[in-house]
T-cell receptor, first 115, second 116 residues
């Protein structure tokens, strides 16, 4: 398997613009996670899905952030409108089974810069 | 408060030398502890996963130890190579929350640089 695939790898946009990040999890994995990584705060969980259903979105910073998983092989994280403080690396990760036993596989990340 | 603290923040060693990274946690209840390696510009990659009953686990030149009584873990790297230069993140799996998910608490990481 090719692993978790994220796109784009890099995104530079201006404040106020809409940003859409994409993720293809590993085939057969039933959990999908979106994380954000910054120097100041490290890795933070934004939202996770189980069998395409959003389970916990308490980590989503505010209403400007939204995530969807229309099917088992695709998820998006959208920021609208974007702000400079959203600049970070966004990781998608997937796992099989309950997370206390399932190994977490991360994608290579999408580096977002909002000017 | 559930926390994972790693030390040192950064470390420089010479190629071929050994090193040990530390992780202390206050997460309760405890499910398992993981070490990840994150190369610059890449996503984290799992090195080891240890449950409560496991004291040590190896993955090649990486050996992780766990003392659940003192809530401490270490990652020992033997005969370091230039490719070991990366951030090493300690992650503790804790309380069971909605949807069958044990919340992961991430440490800030130790940045290791191996010099020739």
């Amino acid at each position: 398997d090719a692993g978790v695939i994220q796109s784009p790898r890099h995104e530079v946009t201006e404040m106020g613009q809409e940003v859409t990040l994409r993720c293809k999890p590993i085939s057969g994995h039933d959990y999908l996670f979106w994380y954000r990584q910054t120097m100041m705060r490290g890795l933070e969980l934004l939202i996770y899905f189980n069998n395409n259903v959003p389970i916990d979105d308490s980590g989503m910073p505010e209403d400007r952030f939204s995530a969807k998983m229309p099917n088992a092989s695709f998820s998006t994280l959208k920021i609208q409108p974007s702000e400079p403080r959203d600049s970070a690396v966004y990781f998608c990760a997937s796992s099989f089974g309950q997370q206390n036993t399932g190994e977490l596989f991360f994608g290579e990340g999408s580096r977002l810069t909002v000017l | 408060k559930n926390q994972v603290e790693q030390s040192p923040q950064s470390l420089i060693i010479l190629e071929g030398k050994n090193c040990t990274l530390q992780c202390n946690y206050t997460v309760s209840p405890f499910s398992n502890l993981r070490w990840y390696k994150q190369d610059t510009g890449r996503g984290p990659v799992s090195l080891t996963i240890m449950t409560f009953s496991e004291n040590t686990k190896s993955n090649g030149r990486y050996t992780a130890t766990l003392d659940a009584d003192t809530k401490q873990s270490s990652l020992h790297i033997t005969a370091s190579q230039l490719s070991d230069s990366a951030s090493y993140i300690c992650v503790v799996s804790g309380e069971w929350v909605s949807g069958g998910y044990n919340k992961l608490i991430f440490g800030a990481g130790t940045r290791l640089a191996v010099h020739p």
